[in-house]
């Protein structure tokens, strides 16, 4: 495994220098933030990136991510467009030395959270998901409290409810279409600059709003790999989204797509599920519902040589900043991970 840390660039309150301390670190996991989705990235803006990160003494290898337009995703007429420009995205990042893209295919709204600034039992806080909140929210009721984290500030009350309705009338079949009709365009370009494409599960793995969400269980999985069955095409195991579901077993999967060959990242995160949701705790095994050691043994003993990251942390320590992005918990995280890989890969000599 590689070992990766993401980090959103000048505007990061987490500096680079401070990322390259962590004990093992390697690579960075960022992004071009200063386009509009679905817009061509400047190669002066990917150069740049690519500079500080290597001049910190870490590898420029990751992005996270190139978001996928919404009108691919409802597959609208002017989608080529955008296809088009998607591939010239990822022939542009390659030519930087870029190996892995991490994007996700949820409508509208990526992750969800109803509270970012939880209050956990050891005082630190964490975001949590408590389905009893999400009910009360309805994007299509001008009245709703529309302000859940995670979401696309970019859209106009009134340009999501146009949105969202789009969705409404689509069905998962018609998802699973458009999600083909991508993926036949851009995987052949993947191949060819030889990056390995990375879909991150939904998160969580459920319909919100009685939106299609289709990247969320084994099955699923199993007939995404299909839809164009290269190995540049590609998972992100992002243990935390899947693991939020208790019918989703996160060990196995990882065990089985890592022997596929098609796990190119891993978001290594733990959650706690609960009856009405999940809570984002620290990342040991003894703090959340997921078994953490299984899940990097099942990766290493199958063959899984891509990248890691620790996902979302707690805030400890009086740190405020980005809600899941702060330094310190990360950190721990990292370490964390470091130490469970070299105790599996010395017991497995
Ligand atoms: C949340 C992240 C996601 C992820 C995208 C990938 O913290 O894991 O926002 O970056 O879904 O496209």
């Given at each position: 495994m590689?070992?990766s840390?993401?980090w959103?660039?000048?505007?990061d309150k987490?500096?680079?220098e401070?990322i390259?301390?962590?004990p093992?670190?390697q690579?960075?996991?960022t ?5 509009p989705?679905g817009?061509v990235?400047?190669?002066?803006s990917i150069a740049?990136?690519?500079k500080?990160t290597?001049d ?19 597959g ?9 420009n ?9 030519e930087?030395?870029?190996?892995c893209i991490?994007y996700n ?8 959270r109803t ?6 039992a050891d ?5 949590v998901?408590?389905?009893e ?9 001008s009245?709703s409290?529309?302000?859940?984290p ?15 309705a789009?969705?409404?009338?689509m069905?998962e079949?018609?998802?699973w279409?458009?999600?083909k009709y991508?993926?036949?365009k ?6 060819e ?9 939904d998160?969580?793995?459920w319909?919100i ?8 269980c ?14 540049h ?7 935390g989204?899947l ?11 990882a065990?089985?797509y890592?022997?596929?060959g ?6 290594i995160?733990?959650v706690?599920?609960?009856?009405n949701g999940?809570e ?5 095994s003894c ?9 990097l043994k099942?990766l290493?003993?199958n063959?899984f040589t ?7 942390g707690?805030?400890?320590?009086g ?9 310190y918990?990360?950190a ?5 991970i470091?130490?469970?890989w070299?105790a599996?890969e010395?017991?497995?000599?």
């Amino acid at each position: 495994m590689k070992l990766s840390f993401r980090w959103y660039g000048e505007d990061d309150k987490v500096t680079l220098e401070q990322i390259r301390q962590i004990p093992g670190m390697q690579a960075i996991v960022t992004a071009v933030y200063d386009v509009p989705v679905g817009e061509v990235w400047s190669r002066e803006s990917i150069a740049k990136l690519k500079k500080l990160t290597e001049d910190a003494g870490l590898a420029f290898e990751v992005i996270e991510s190139i978001p996928v337009h919404e009108d691919i995703k409802l597959g609208k007429p002017t989608r080529d467009r955008y296809i088009e420009n998607y591939c010239e995205n990822i022939r542009r990042v390659a030519e930087a030395g870029i190996k892995c893209i991490c994007y996700n295919f949820m409508p509208v709204f990526d992750w969800t959270r109803t509270q970012l600034d939880h209050v956990l039992a050891d005082g630190s806080t964490s975001l949590v998901y408590y389905q009893e909140q999400v009910d009360k929210v309805n994007p299509l009721e001008s009245d709703s409290d529309l302000t859940l984290p995670g979401w696309d500030s970019s859209y106009t009350r009134d340009e999501l409810k146009a949105v969202v309705a789009e969705y409404n009338a689509m069905s998962e079949e018609d998802l699973w279409n458009n999600l083909k009709y991508f993926l036949e365009k851009v995987i052949p370009v993947a191949a060819e600059c030889d990056v390995n494409m990375a879909i991150h599960e939904d998160d969580p793995c459920w319909s919100i709003f009685g939106l299609p969400r289709i990247i969320t269980c084994e099955e699923n999985l199993d007939k995404f790999l299909k839809l164009v069955d290269d190995p540049h095409n590609g998972i992100t195991l992002c243990t935390g989204s899947l693991g939020c579901s208790a019918k989703n077993d996160v060990v196995r999967m990882a065990g089985k797509y890592a022997a596929m060959g098609r796990i190119h990242f891993a978001h290594i995160r733990n959650v706690a599920v609960l009856e009405n949701g999940f809570e984002e705790r620290a990342h040991l095994s003894c703090c959340g519902s997921l078994d953490m050691y299984g899940i990097l043994k099942a990766l290493h003993d199958n063959g899984f040589t891509g990248y890691v990251r620790p996902d979302h942390g707690r805030m400890i320590w009086g740190e405020t900043g980005r809600a899941g992005y702060g330094l310190y918990d990360r950190a721990l995280g990292a370490t964390y991970i470091n130490g469970l890989w070299e105790a599996i890969e010395k017991s497995s000599k």
